[in-house]
T-cell receptor, first 115, second 107 residues
Framework: EPEVTQTPSHQVTQMGQEVILRCVPI?????FYWYRQILGQKVEFLVS????????KSEIFDDQFSVERPDGSNFTLKIRSTKLEDSAMYFC?????????????FGPGTRLTVL | KQEVTQIPAALSVPEGENLVLNCSFT??????LQWFRQDPGKGLTSLLL?????REQTSGRLNASLDKSSGRSTLYIAASQPGDSATYLC??????FGPGTSLSVIP
């Protein structure tokens, strides 16, 4: 069964550094998403991406964050100048249609630890 | 602003028992509602998706209902098993998640 994959599974970085989290969505999906979950808190929507552009973003997704689909398979989340409070699990998801109409399939997540 | 809540926050039941998890949302104008399962330290697995025009969905021992007018959904798990132990999350519309119900099924 097709699945969303994410790398790395765990990323440790120093405060102020830039990190790139990588995701490979399901191959025939068109909509891509990033979420984060701070330990013990709710899963929070960050951004959705369609047709090579951001279709929606939350208040969390400020200028520190950017997303890119550099090729036909990868979908990346870049976090510039990381802060301690960026420590969280970051989940990528994909769906064949927009979130209103179809199931989103989630990856296993990347645990980001900012020291 | 859409708010999603889940009751109870935690639930512990003996194996074999039927149980109901509750999800409430404040804005009834939703596209759909999804129930997810999250195992500790893992990603989210979609269990059931109910479109706004539907009243319920079933998959195996799971049955989810949706009442948009009252802003409620329930996830019914029949004949619970220890392998059902996980956190169950509901999410509405543009994927706003509830805080989850942590379920423990005791052998």
């Amino acid at each position: 069964e097709p699945e969303v994959t994410q790398t790395p599974s765990h990323q440790v970085t120093q405060m102020g550094q830039e990190v790139i989290l990588r995701c490979v969505p399901i191959s025939n999906h068109l909509y891509f998403y990033w979420y984060r979950q701070i330990l013990g808190q709710k899963v929070e929507f960050l951004v959705s991406f369609y047709n090579n552009e951001i279709s929606e973003k939350s208040e969390i997704f400020d200028d520190q964050f950017s997303v890119e689909r550099p090729d036909g398979s990868n979908f990346t989340l870049k976090i510039r100048s990381t802060k301690l409070e960026d420590s969280a699990m970051y989940f990528c998801a994909s769906s064949s249609t927009r979130s209103g109409g179809d199931t989103q399939y989630f990856g296993p997540g990347t645990r980001l630890t900012v020291l | 602003k859409q708010e999603v809540t889940q009751i109870p926050a935690a639930l512990s039941v003996p194996e074999g028992e039927n149980l109901v998890l509750n999800c409430s949302f404040t804005d009834s104008a939703i596209y759909n509602l999804q129930w997810f399962r999250q195992d500790p330290g893992k990603g989210l697995t979609s269990l059931l998706l109910i479109q706004s025009s539907q009243r319920e969905q079933t998959s195996g021992r799971l049955n989810a209902s949706l009442d948009k007018s009252s802003g409620r959904s329930t996830l019914y798990i029949a004949a619970s098993q220890p392998g059902d132990s996980a956190t169950y999350l509901c999410a509405v519309g543009k994927v706003i998640f509830g805080p989850g119900t942590s379920l423990s099924v005791i052998p």
